[in-house]
């Protein structure tokens, strides 16, 4: 292991089945088992499972609990009831970026807040900041606590039930609520990454490794961060650090649907409004190379007309479309579907074309 590297639970069952580990966010990760392209598909046709341990659990709880997040993410949560999940987004003053969050009502006066890994300990830090003297609500980070895994696919929720009781099959997009699995008290979202139907799951360290290998033994295939980057870049879903981050905004991310100016006050909201008021400069474009052999990758210079406008943010190989894919930032004026631009790769331009977001939509999401 490398230097200052956290392991998740599951360490031991990656190496058993094989796992080819790499750094990431300052843990040792998966990459893949077989293979990445392997992986993906069995995502896309059939269900993988994913460890995703790394990233951030912080419950935040109390009778003000509602009022702690309304104030600091930028969705309003007023419609969201106990039973129910959004993605959102916390912001700095100036409105860039600080993580691009999930928060689930999960009962009474909870909820639980799932980050990126590499933001773990800025967000739970930037969330008990915010709260005020003699507030009644606790903010508490239990990643250590509990595991968490990313069941995904369009047979998932088939599946699920012989683990997780049949209940699930009929739960709604962006649901969620406590389950009994072998015995330990879960939490389950059905909620994801990948771009397909499917379900994340929070499951107490010492119940981790029964877990996994139960649904395992449904025939599911393990998969890694590699198929996990590959899946979401089809899905046009954004990876902090890569394609949003606090020298980004909302707006020119495509992310304005989840900021609610009119919810009353929130960090960031001022600035926002500027921006969104007098537009912005800048848009992040999905586009397809139009030659087989060129691979975007990310901080590959972006060129239109012979003049560098922007960086591949997210860029590889799509294995369900047959095609090499990216996203990245350029100028509003080259933003419509169907502009020509240049990937430079290396010594060479690579020809590009800006496509509709997203590259991929589910069958099984009912899109």
């Known amino acids: 292991m490398a230097v200052g590297l956290k392991r998740t639970p599951l ?31 069995a995502v896309r046709r059939e269900a993988g499972l994913f460890d995703i341990s790394h ?23 007023v419609q969201l ?14 409105g860039g970026i600080l993580d691009d969050l999930y928060v689930y009502h999960s009962g009474p006066d909870e909820y ?6 590499a933001n773990r300990e800025r967000d739970f830090a930037w969330l008990a900041a ?29 599946l699920f039930q012989s683990v997780a009781g049949p209940g699930v099959w009929g739960m709604p997009r962006h ?75 909302p707006y020119e991310a495509g992310l304005g649907w989840v900021v609610n100016l009119d919810k009353g006050p929130f960090i960031g909201r001022e600035a926002l409004a500027e921006i969104k008021a007098r537009g912005v400069s800048r ?16 901080g590959y210079p972006i060129y239109h007309n012979g003049q560098e406008v922007g960086r591949v943010t997210s860029g590889g190989p799509s294995p369900t479309l047959g095609k090499n894919i990216g996203m990245g930032y350029v100028p509003v004026g080259l933003a419509a579907v169907g502009t020509r631009l240049d990937i430079k790769i290396r010594d060479r331009f690579g020809p590009a074309q800006v496509v509709k977001r997203p590259f991929y939509r589910s069958p099984s999401l009912g899109a």
């Open 175 to 249: 649901a969620c609520c406590y389950v009994d699995i072998l015995g330990y008290r879960c939490f389950i979202g059905r909620t994801g990454y990948t771009g397909e139907d499917g379900f994340e799951v929070l499951v107490p360290v010492e119940g981790l490794v029964d877990v996994w290998r139960q649904i395992l033994s449904l025939g599911v295939r393990p998969c890694g961060l590699g198929a996990r980057d590959t899946l979401r870049l089809e899905a046009a879903l954004v990876l902090y650090g890569n394609d949003i981050d606090t020298t980004t905004n």
């Open 81 to 94: 009831e106990v039973g129910q999940a959004a993605y959102t987004l916390a912001c700095n003053e100036a």
């Open 11 to 41: 360490y031991q069952e990656h190496l058993r089945l094989g796992a080819r580990m790499v750094p990431f966010a300052g843990w040792e990760m998966p990459l893949q088992y077989t293979s990445i392209i392997e992986e993906h598909h």
């Open 55 to 77: 990233m951030a659990r912080i419950f935040v709880t109390g009778p003000a609990a509602f009022d702690l997040l309304q104030r600091t993410v930028t969705r309003d949560l």
């Open 283 to 298: 848009r992040l474009v999905c586009f397809e190379m139009l030659e087989r052999r060129d691979i975007p990758r990310p």
């Open 130 to 158: 915010q709260k005020r003297p003699d507030e009644p609500v606790s903010v508490t980070d239990r990643s250590d606590e509990l595991g968490m895994l990313a069941f995904q696919g369009p047979q998932t929720p088939n």
């Open 112 to 117: 639980i807040v799932i980050g990126n890994a």
